[in-house]
């Protein structure tokens, strides 16, 4: 597989980890999540209101 997937996946996950932390939400968490579902864990994030 190219390793251009694995970058962009492993950004994304940090990118939701800042945005959960923005929300209030623990970011490690997220970002475990965020490897496993990518995408759709974005999603969700964007749409859950903050704490």
Do not use: C, H
């Not at 492993?10 to 990518?38: M, V, Y």
């Amino acid at each position: 597989m190219d390793n251009g997937y694995f970058v962009g996946w492993g950004s994304l996950a940090l990118i939701n980890a800042g945005l959960a932390q923005g929300k209030n939400r623990t970011g490690f968490n997220w970002f475990i999540l965020s490897l496993f579902i990518g995408p759709i864990a974005t999603l969700i994030l964007l749409f859950v209101e903050k704490r």
